[in-house]
């Protein structure tokens, strides 16, 4: 295991990148906090950086909050999967090479996805699910979502303008939550995800959202308590996937934030985590 330390924003925690090995990748991960472990599933063409580390320092009171980039993004090696079962697979590895035998997972926009297929190939690795900003797999009744935002937020370098609209709404509120969650992050990150990359994490998305993969005649399958939350207004999957996401898995409870988007749990980070902390605290 070798180790890098990436210097954050002043005022965010540190936390160093490590390098663990699973099969046969090299991947880098990050820890912070105590408490029994929390896994988190980044989003597309998300990285280590991607995470808003005040969210993360909420978390890590309770919780050893662990983040890795998945396989052929931003530091880990490999060739992105354009299906989401195999980077579901690759989760779990990375889960037995940090020697963890079960750990809560969030999953946030294509990481919910993971997490999904994760919880139902993998029931003993995953104690508690967190699905944020997500949709059940394509073949559910009455949910939706936006290609076109998917092809916006594939802009090979999004403008912070664009950012902005693809993960707020048009309210001084949020789009002020939102400038201050991006200027926490780490700027430039440390590492980006390729062109390749992003065409393969854009088409696992268009897969599992339409249906292809056949994950929704499964999705009864999750045994996990499930916390799915999103925003009321969020461009890529709207409100109403999270609510059906809800309906079919037999134990989930549902939260929805007012005048917010994709990025609700930055915008909303506070009561997120709060709501998180208290959903995993539950027996």
Do not use: C
């Not at 990481?111 to 993998?122: D, P, R, S, T």
């Not at 109403?240 to 915008?267: C, K, M, N, W």
């Amino acid at each position: 295991m070798t180790t890098s330390v990436h210097a954050p924003p002043s005022g965010t925690p540190s936390s160093s990148t490590k390098f663990v090995v699973a099969d046969g990748i090299r991947v880098a991960t990050r820890s912070i906090g105590t408490g029994e472990p929390l896994l988190l599933l980044h989003r597309f063409r998300g990285t280590l950086d991607d995470w808003d580390p005040a969210l993360l320092s909420a978390l890590a009171p309770q919780r050893q909050v662990i983040t890795f980039d998945s396989v052929g993004v931003g530091e880990t090696e490999g060739e992105t999967p354009d299906a989401v079962e195999p980077m579901a697979d690759f989760a779990a590895s990375v889960l037995r090479s940090l020697e963890l035998s079960t750990a809560d997972i969030l999953g946030y926009s294509l990481g919910g996805f993971v997490a999904q297929v994760l919880a139902i190939k993998y029931p003993h690795l995953v104690r508690k699910l967190i699905l944020a900003g997500t949709m059940p797999p394509g073949g559910a009744p009455n949910v939706e979502w936006s290609a076109t935002w998917l092809r916006t937020a594939s802009t090979p370098v999004p403008s912070p303008a664009i950012a902005l609209s693809l993960f707020y709404t048009e309210t001084t509120s949020s789009r002020s939550a939102g400038a201050a969650s991006f200027g926490r992050m780490p700027s430039p990150p440390s590492s980006y995800v390729s062109s390749e990359a992003m065409v393969a994490q854009a088409r696992a998305i268009t897969r599992f959202a339409n249906g292809e993969d056949g994950w929704y005649a499964r999705l009864n399958e999750i045994a996990a308590p499930t916390f799915v939350a999103n925003g009321d207004r969020d461009g890529l999957f709207p409100a109403i996937d999270s609510t059906v996401l809800a309906s079919e898995i037999h134990q989930s409870r549902l939260g929805i934030y007012p005048d917010s988007g994709h990025g609700f749990l930055y915008q909303y980070l506070e009561r997120f985590s709060e709501d998180v902390l208290q959903f995993l605290g539950r027996d």
